[in-house]
Each structure stands twice: as C-alpha cells, then as structure tokens.
C-alpha cells in the first residue's frame, strides 16, 4: 500500500538526497517542520499529506478542469488514508492529552498547503479547524475567556467558508461591518469586539454560510477536516497560482502537500501575538534579525496586512516608540526566536524566513523556510555566510538567483535630503518595502495595471492593501504603494520576490476604490489635502519608504561591494566562456564593464540604419548597374570599416563573431515619399523608376524570404564589401600592434553548397585584402544554425566551418512555425488559460523541439570535426535555465545582451557547479 502521510519528525533518507526526497514529499513548509521537530526546535505536533496526493487526485491543470473539480465535494479519497491520517491525528492528541471534536481539552488544528517550492499567498490556509458550538464551550471554560473562544470561532467560520465554500470574503466583512456598526463604530478594531459582539458575529456568519451555500455550517469536525483537505490540495489549481507557477516557471506536476498542525493562538492575551523573522535584513543582506510582531492576533492577521504591525526589535523602531517592538513588549520570548533563528539559519546553511506564534508567553515555531530576499541582499548574504564560515565558496555561488541580478540594475531616486535641499518634499511616507524608485500613473486595479502596461505606460499599483490575487498587476506595474500592511506583508513579499519597488504601510493615504482617487491629509509638508485621481503620476521610494508627487528623475543603481567577490567566484567556477550581442564600439565597451569576454554577435544590419547610412544601403540594393552599385558600397564599407576598428580595438584580442547581412533586403526599402525621392536623386533616376525597382523586391513573408546567405549569393557585392571592411579594421588594428581574432559568420544557411560557396568568397577576399596589405591574420569563417535542416545537416555544413552558433530565436521561430513578431496574438492564451505551454519558448529554450535539435547539431558537427566550436547567441543566452542546457550540450559560449551577462556568468558558474556534482 502506498503510504501518503508523515508524521513530524520521522526521517526519511539522510544527507542531501533524503532532503531533496523529503521537499519533494512534504513540501517546503512539511519538510521543514520535520526537521525542525528533529532539532527539537518547539514545533506544535502534526503531521503532512504528501504531495504525490495533489497529482493522484488533481485533474490536469486547467481552468474548465479545476472549476469542474471543485464542483465535487470530495476528491475520493479512500479508507487506506483515511486510516493513515486518523492515526497521525490520534498520535497528536497523545502528544497533547487533547480530543479532535472533544467536549474538553478539545484539539484544534491548522491545515496549510505548501509546495517543494515557495509560493507564498497563493495557495490556501484554514485556521482553528475543530471548532464546533460544543468544542467552542470547552475551548471558553479551558481557558476561561469565553471572548478568546469566540473570536477564534469567528475566524474559523470565516476561514472555512472562503477557502472550503468559496463564499467571497467581502460578505464576511461586509457582515463584520454591520456587526461592529451595531456595536457603536463601524470603525471598530476586531480586537475592540465584545464578546457579545462576537457571539452575534458567530450566528450571522452561519446564516450567511446557510444563505450563499445552500447547506448548514458543518458541525461534525472530521467532515470540516476532509473537506478542507480537499480545498487545500485543489488551491493548487487556482487562478492566482496557476499565475505565479508560470510567472516564476514552477513546475505544474509538482503538486502541493497539505499540512495538519495543532494549533496555538496568539490571540489568547497581551501575551500572545504573531510574527515573521528574516534571519537576516531581506532587503539589504544585513546580518540582523529583521521583521515583525502583531499583537493578540494570529498569523492571517499579519500575512493580510489589515493592521499595521510591531517591528521586532527595539532598534528597527521609530525614535521614541522603541517601547512598541516585540523586543520590549516580550523579551524572553525575543531572545528566544532570535536563537532559534541563527540556529536555523546555521542549520539550513540559508537565510531564514520564519513564521512564530507566541501563546501565553511561550513562542512556537510554525515554519522556516529559506526567505526570499533582493538581489542586494542576496549577494551580500552570499559572501557574508562564506567569509564566516558558514557556507562555501561553491554553495555561496549556487545560492543566489541568477535571474534576480537584473534587480541589481533598479534605478533609485536621490536620498530625501539630497531632495529636500532642492525643495522636494514627499507628500506621504510609509514602510521601504521593496528598494527601488518608479514612477507612474496611478492606478487601483490589477487588471488595468497589465492594460495600461501593455500600451507602453507606466504605472504605480496603488491598493489599501494587496492581496495574492494582485499577483499579475504588481508584475505589470513599475512600483506598488498600499496605505496598510508591514515589512512582511503579501505586497512586500511579493514585491521583493518580484524585484519591484514597494512603500508599504502608508496610513497618510485614504484610497477610495469606488471614486478612484487618493486623499492625502495636510502634514508637515502637505499644506492643504491634496486628492489625486487614477491616472494622476507619482514617484514612489521603495529604498526609503517616501511617495512623492509627479515624475522625479532617478540615479543609476548603486553597486554592491561584494558583488564583484562572487562573481569572481563564479567565473573561476564556470566552464562556458560568456560573450555579449553588441554592433557598436559603444556597445562593445558597455559589453566589457559587464564582464563580457568577446562579442558573440555583431549583427552588421544594424549598423546601416543611420540615415546617412540607409540612404546608402537603399542605393546599393536599387542601383540600376554595377558600378553604381560598387560606388555606394565603397561608403558603406568605409563606415562599417571604422564600426569594426573601435570594435576590435575595445575587445583587445577577445573573439568578435560578425555576422554577414542577415535582414531581408525588404527591410532596407523606402517607405515614405520623401525617401523615395531622396533615392532617385542620389541614383540620379526617376522617382518612378525607384517605386518600381522597390516593388519588385517586396515579399510575402520576407524573414523566409530573400536574406541571409541568399543575398550573398545573389549579390556577392554586399558579403565582399564586408568582408573587405573586416579585413582591412583588423590589419590596421594589428599594424597598430592590437591583438584581433575576427570570425565571420554566415546567416540562414541550410545548404553545404551555400556555406561551401560563402567559405570560399571570404576566404577569397581575405587572402587579397591581406596580400594587398602585406599582412598575416588569423581569421574563422562559421555559421550561424538557425533552421531545423541546418541541425539535421550540420555533419555536412561542418565540413566548410571552423564553429557554429546558434540562433536560438530563429531556431525558435522556425521549429515552432511561430513568429515571434505575432506571438503576443495567441501565446498568452496558450501560456495562461489552455495550458499548452508552460512556458514562453522566446523566453526559455524548449528542451524537446530546438534543444533537441541543438543536441543533433552538436553530436553530428563535432563527429565531422572534433575542434569544432560551439555556441549560442540568441537572447536564450541571458536565460538560466537555457545557459543549463547549453552547459548539459557541451557548448564553448553563450552570447547576450550586456545588461544580462552578469545573470549569464552567474548562470554558467552554476551550471557548471551541478553538471560536476551530478557526475560524481
């Protein structure tokens, strides 16, 4: 029989293979309170639903099919777990002398999901589970604070009938509003409930469960615990985690596993409350206990941000309020979690993010986990742990997010004094969330955050507070403000998860959904209210939690001191040389500050459009004769010429990899009617004349049309005067005593007979160009693959080429017969609703269509010439899990983008670093 349930504590295997075993089990959240339970750290007893359950009993991820699923009351669970759980469950009343649905010392649980790995918000949480009016009595006369029993019945009503009945959570508060407006002040804290207020509370939200279900609240425990188990593991499928895996390209078959828990209440007393602690400052990397403390409430409470929390310690507070920490409020507990934090952190070898309650003084730990941090702070974090011994170089390298050191690039505005002296003032102030600054118009939507995005606007989501459901519009937006909500809420979480800046916690603004405006009251540099509308701009500081008014130009990043001590690090570990796409000196110079080590694609189209240049261009191609023809490639050539000494001359003898004419002639003709004329006159022909030659060359489909080696066999005009150009920028840069290692590179080529034919016109205008010049050089002549055939065939191109390189967005394109231009028509579609694709293959390299055939490229090339060289130069380069592949296939370099090669250097080193351990 199949075993699906583990207690907390029972090992599985050892060392890093039982670890891995029990994530993918457990979940992050299971496998870490297994662990912690065997470091005796004080855990509440439980137990955890593995999530082979979540695959067995989901239907495959869909829409139609998760709205179908839900309509079920049960996912089938059989009695062999049915057996299983009640076991573990009578195991937990023994460890704490209580009763599931018992009439004294009842037993109340949380059931929480949690995937191998984090998806923080998105799935579902059921609080307080077991309570009933008999079991609510018990709980009263326990304790002996009938108020505490019915405010935690309260949330558990409410709890289960959202996320199990899936009553929307605005009728519960809507309910809660009436309740506190019958109480006095419908502005009431839920702390400032009477008892009386909440028994009233207690039946109305019963009624309203009867009303929108259809059916009584349950009172029989074990049908409150299967049901809730069952919605658990279905919020895998919900719309705002299905948005997060693909935003995040999470696998959908991992599944989530289910956690049972027994509860504690930090809403017992002034003695209670709830927290998170970052075992280090999330934003910054500083070596502090980071975080914050809510108290008499439960952790909902903290996660949901509806009331603005305590920080942990005294010196995270505001000058004077030192007092209101959790540091002061309960210093024993402080201490505490703060040793159980360093521990964990030593333990895991990772930063931690922990979740505790603190009940009648006494803290428990409910979840650690690795926390999600910046890019800042993850660098620092990196080589901090490394210098004191706690981690490794190798494990310092792998435990930074490659993709997150695009955040490292954010741009942030002046320091507020630097501000202040130039008369700018904020008009509000909250919590530096997120670090960062953006500016934008306003908008309170996260639908019309994704619209107004995908018109080329910028914008600043503005909420009283987010919620996971925000995920899509806090991804489209350039910065996040909400008025309530601490360091650790979901918009702060999320916001740094997703490199955004974030100003949270901004009691200042009084945001009105229904009018689309923002009040902002008079404060000491807000003379009169100000009420700004939807569309409105602002500037938002996430560095230093300040808002204000209009757009305000930004600074450039500043560096992180030990950014440079990692990627040292990683370039000693990596085996892939990292080159950068660039087609001006400019570029190339920009290319080496960030490490590049060659230029992997020099697109030579992109040096005509200049306007003198196009105009050039546009006579060759519609020259009525060759000597016509000749005299306007001899400009070109002579621009192209000093393009390429800069950049060789920047390079210093690195590899320059230039590619031959690649764009359709198509591309280069006139359009509008001064250009038309502009190239009559230069040709000395009839405007006529001009509009019929340009006519002529039109094509249907040009990107499939008349490019590529196809004009340079057609026209070997174009190829010889590039080639000559290269030529001659590498002889005088030699001359000059320059190191130069030029290659050449032949576009679209599908043919042997149309590399072999372009081989030999290089190598022909090579040898003339350096006989003329008295001079040696070496040089490479190579292709680039970009069509399938070329894959198929690439023993028979290797014959005629010192390297290939691959053109992965073509090679995209032309395997999926998808043009990338057009995509965005249906994509999203297949990405987001029909669940064809789980990923964007322009984003990350489709493994099993243009992977597959890089590998029968590579094995073929390299069986007809073993020197072979191999590398890409699409955008994939800048990609991590595309640099793994190219890694796994063996390849000598990948090429990006300048602003990507440090994500790209990274990336390789940690390739690397996996390929050696998986060999041994």
């Known amino acids: ?277 970052f075992s280090r400052n999330p934003s910054t990397g500083e070596a502090t206990i980071f975080g914050e403390f809510l108290p008499h409430a439960q952790g909902e409470d903290l996660v949901a941000g509806l009331r603005t929390p305590l920080p942990l310690t005294a010196s995270s507070a505001v000058p004077g309020s030192e007092a209101n920490s959790f540091e002061a409020l309960l210093p024993k507990a402080f201490e505490s979690v703060v040793e159980h934090c ?270 003198d240049r196009l105009l050039a261009v546009r006579c060759a191609v519609l020259a009525t004769d060759d000597a016509t023809r000749e005299q306007w490639l001899e400009r070109l050539e002579a621009a192209q010429r000093e393009d390429f000494e800069g950049m060789f001359r920047i390079m210093q003898g690195l590899p320059i990899t230039i590619r031959l004419l690649d764009w359709p002639l198509h591309e280069f003709l006139p359009v509008e009617n001064a250009d038309f004329e502009s190239v009559a006159e230069a040709l000395g022909i009839a405007v006529k004349q001009v509009r019929q030659s340009a006519h002529a060359m039109k094509e249907i489909n040009p990107m499939l049309g008349f490019r590529g080696v196809r004009v340079g066999l057609t026209m070997p005009q174009l190829y010889s005067m590039q080639v000559r150009a290269i030529a001659r920028a590498a002889v005088r840069c030699a001359q000059d005593g320059a190191e130069v290692e030029p290659e050449i590179m032949v576009p679209m080529v599908s043919l042997a007979g149309e590399l072999s034919a372009v081989r030999s016109l290089v190598d022909t205008t090579m040898r003339a160009e350096l006989e003329r010049c008295e001079a040696k050089l070496p040089y490479r002549v190579g292709t680039m693959i970009e069509l399938p055939r070329a894959c198929l065939v690439a023993d028979e191109l290797a014959q005629y080429a010192d390297f290939f390189s691959f053109g992965t967005n073509d090679l995209t394109q032309t395997t999926f017969g998808i043009s990338r231009d057009d995509a965005a028509h249906f994509l999203p579609r297949y990405l987001d609703e029909l669940g064809i694709m789980d990923v964007n293959p322009f984003v990350r390299l489709d493994r099993g269509g243009p992977g597959a055939l890089m590998q029968i490229a590579a094995e073929r090339g390299r069986s007809a010439r073993s020197d072979l060289s191999l590398g890409v130069c699409g955008e994939h380069g800048g990609d991590p899990s595309s640099v793994q592949l190219c890694e796994e296939l063996g390849l000598d370099y990948v090429s990006c983008s300048p602003p990507r090669l440090p994500i790209a250097r990274l990336a390789a080193a940690q390739a690397a670093l996996r390929r050696s351990s998986e060999k041994s």
């Open 1 to 277: 029989m199949a075993r699906y349930v583990y207690r907390f504590g029972e090992p599985l295997e050892d060392g890093a293979a039982g670890a891995g075993r029990a994530r993918a089990l457990l979940g992050g959240k299971g496998a870490g309170l297994a662990e912690m339970t065997r470091l005796g750290v004080p855990v509440p007893p439980g137990f955890t639903l593995s999530s082979e359950l979540c695959s067995r009993f989901l239907p495959r991820e869909s829409r139609d099919a998760a709205s179908e699923a839900r309509n079920d009351s049960k996912l089938g669970f059989d009695a062999d777990l049915r057996d299983e759980v009640e076991h573990a469950l009578s195991d937990v009343e023994q460890q704490l002398d209580r009763r599931f649905g018992g009439s004294s010392r009842p037993l109340l649980v949380s059931v929480r999901s949690g995937a191998m790995v984090s998806m923080p918000g998105m799935m579902d949480t059921v609080l307080n589970l077991g309570l009933n009016d008999e079991t609510a009595a018990a709980l009263a006369e326990e304790t002996g604070d009938a108020r505490f029993a019915s405010d935690t019945y309260r949330r558990f009503i409410q709890m289960y009938g959202n996320v199990v009945l899936d009553i929307g959570h605005h009728h519960f508060e809507a309910t809660l509003g009436r309740v506190k407006a019958a109480q006095g002040n419908a502005q009431l804290r839920d702390t400032e409930l009477t008892e009386s207020s909440l028994r009233d509370l207690i039946k109305r939200y019963k009624a309203l469960i009867e009303d929108q279900s259809g059916a009584s609240f349950p009172t029989d425990v074990r049908e409150q615990l299967w049901t809730t188990i069952t919605a658990v593991f279905r919020s895998w499928n919900n719309a705002r985690a299905v948005r997060y895996r693909k935003m995040q390209g999470i696998d959908a078959s991992i599944g989530t596993a289910c956690t049972v828990q027994a509860m504690v209440f930090g809403n017992l007393g002034d003695d209670s409350g709830t927290g998170v602690a």
């Open 342 to 611: 360093r521990a964990l952190e030593t333990h895991f070898g990772d930063m931690q993010d922990v979740e505790f309650t603190v009940e009648a003084g006494k803290p428990f730990i409910l979840q650690t986990r690795a926390g999600k941090r910046t890019a800042r702070a993850a660098v620092r974090i990196a080589v901090d742990m490394e210098r004191e011994g706690v981690i490794n170089q190798d494990q310092a390298v792998l435990s930074v997010d490659a993709s997150s050191l695009q955040q490292l690039l954010h741009a942030k505005l002046p320091p507020p004094t630097a501000l202040a002296e130039n008369g700018v003032h904020p008009i509000a102030r909250g919590l530096p969330a997120s670090p960062g600054a953006a500016s934008g118009a306003i908008v309170f939507d996260a639908d019309e955050a994704v619209e107004r995005a995908a018109q080329g606007q910028d914008v600043v989501l503005v909420r009283r507070e987010t919620s996971p459901e925000d995920i899509h519009g806090m991804k489209a937006a350039r910065g996040i403000l909400t008025a309530s909500g601490g360091m650790t809420s979901h918009a702060a979480v999320v916001a740094r998860g997703l490199g955004k800046c974030c100003v949270t916690g901004c009691g200042a603004l009084q945001v009105d959904y229904a009018t689309g405006t923002i009040r902002i009251p008079k404060s000491e540099h807000v003379s009169e209210p100000i009420v700004l509308s939807r569309g409105d701009e602002i500037s938002v500081d996430g560095s230093h939690g300040r808002v204000y008014l209009g757009v305000l130009d930004v600074e450039a990043a500043a560096t992180v001191p030990e950014f440079d001590v990692l990627m040292g690090w990683a370039d000693k570990r990596r085996r892939m040389r990292v080159r950068a796409n660039v087609d001006t000196p400019q570029g190339a110079r920009t290319a080496r500050s960030f490490g590049a080590q060659g230029i992997g694609l020099c697109r030579t189209e992109h040096m005509f459009f200049a306007p």
